[in-house]
């Protein structure tokens, strides 16, 4: 049982990047998957989420709303994060999750990835 992020890398402001979790030896439809980021010197924070039955996406942050969105392809077994209009600010590393359900606290979330590294700058 494993979640692979990926995706991250060094971009400009107002460029974009995808961002991917993937899942082996567990299928995903079955979990609410959320991501979440942590920037230098700060807690980790939730960022987005979606249900398993994909019908909901929870934002736990307010700064991207209008800039990121999160999609799930069954067939890839894969979560994704496009992230637009990116901004120094979200620097950072980011993970994916799996929950039963898009719960507020992180504590629910039982399965993580290692996270993937954006760095946003010019």
């Known amino acids: 049982v494993q979640l692979q992020a990926s995706g991250g890398g060094l971009v400009q402001p107002g460029r974009s990047l995808r961002l991917s979790c993937a899942a082996s030896?567990?299928?995903?439809?079955?979990?609410?998957v959320g991501w979440f980021r942590q920037a230098p010197g700060r807690e980790r924070e939730g960022v987005l989420c979606?249900?398993?039955?994909?019908?909901?996406?929870?934002y736990y942050v307010n700064s991207v709303k209008g800039r990121f969105t999160i999609s799930r392809d069954k067939a890839e077994n894969t979560v994704y994060l496009q992230m637009n209009s990116l901004k120094p600010e979200d620097t950072a590393v980011y993970y994916c999750?799996?929950?039963?359900?898009?719960?507020?606290?992180?504590?629910?979330?039982?399965?993580w990835g290692q996270g993937t590294q954006v760095t946003v700058s010019s």
């Open positions: 999750a799996t929950a039963r359900f898009c719960a507020r606290s992180e504590t629910y979330f039982t399965s």
């Open positions: 979606i249900s398993s039955s994909s019908a909901v996406k929870t």
């Open positions: 030896g567990f299928t995903l439809d079955y979990y609410a």
